[in-house]
């Protein structure tokens, strides 16, 4: 039992080493999420995530950038969920910006 009843929580972290000779890109570039989501009612549910991306260095570095995003997920199958979010920055050069897309579970895959 996490202690969150239905609501699912997802924290991710990453890294993109990039190996090569140019100069001008930054060499390394990091992540960060916290997500939330969960029910509403049948196949509906919510999502809502907080993500940053720290700054990076050299010619064609970038700013930091903290936003968040929320909206509405439908559970077409067991293994198919389509989702929309409205984003919206906190801090950074991050545009309000609204996205659709979906989730394949690419484990049904396999027998």
């Avoid at 239905?6 to 990091?30: F, K, Q, T, Y």
């Avoid at 970038?62 to 439908?74: I, N, Q, R, Y």
């Amino acid at each position: 039992e996490s202690g969150l009843g239905s609501v699912s929580l997802d924290v991710n972290v990453g890294l993109v080493h990039r190996i090569g000779h140019e100069d001008l890109a930054p060499r390394d570039s990091r992540m960060w999420a916290v997500s939330f989501g969960g029910p509403l009612r049948g196949p509906v549910g919510w999502g809502a995530e907080l993500y940053g991306f720290p700054h990076t260095s050299g010619a064609a570095g970038d700013e930091s950038v903290v936003a968040t995003l929320f909206g509405p997920t439908m559970k077409i199958r067991g293994w198919l969920v389509v989702d929309a979010a409205v984003i919206v920055p906190i801090t950074g050069p991050q545009p309000n910006a609204l996205y659709a897309g979906g989730v394949y579970n690419i484990g049904r895959l396999a027998p």
